[in-house]
């Protein structure tokens, strides 16, 4: 069965900075755009950051530029994809989700054009 499971998620100080990392099951993530969305509660779900299969093309919410980053290391039997995230903030706070979409077609910040979902880990920034 394929699945997607994101990890690194936990309680961090205002300020501080945490590593989300999204790795799959069941298939690869190599070729995937790959997307990383968040929810808090009561909001609506928000793009956070997108990265395309080879990595070179990368997009990022205008709240996070220049405090989260995203990557990947495709390298054979990883392919794993990374949330950096720096300068965390109260408003950081929520479900932080990865999402998976074969091949560049869909790469973006648009949650409608990724296919595979992860179940989401949790973000909590103090004040």
């Known amino acids: 069965q394929a699945q997607i499971v994101e990890s690194g998620g936990g309680l961090v100080q205002s300020g501080g900075s945490l590593r989300l990392s999204c790795t799959a099951s069941?298939?690869?993530?190599?070729?995937?755009?790959i997307g990383w969305f968040r929810q808090a509660p009561g909001k609506e779900r928000e793009a956070v950051a997108s990265?395309?299969?080879?990595?070179?093309?990368?997009?990022?919410a205008d709240s996070v530029k220049g405090r989260f980053t995203i990557s990947r290391d495709n390298a054979k039997n990883k392919n794993e994809v990374f949330l950096d995230m720096s300068d965390l903030r109260p408003s950081d706070t929520g479900t932080y989700y990865c999402?998976?979409?074969?091949?560049?077609?869909?790469?973006?910040?648009?949650?409608?054009?990724?296919?595979?979902w992860g179940q989401g880990t949790q973000i909590t920034v103090s004040p």
């Open positions: 069941g298939f690869s993530l190599a070729f995937h755009s």
């Open positions: 999402a998976a979409s074969w091949g560049d077609l869909n790469f973006g910040l648009r949650a409608s054009g990724y296919e595979y």
């Open positions: 990265i395309n299969g080879g990595g070179g093309g990368t997009r990022y």
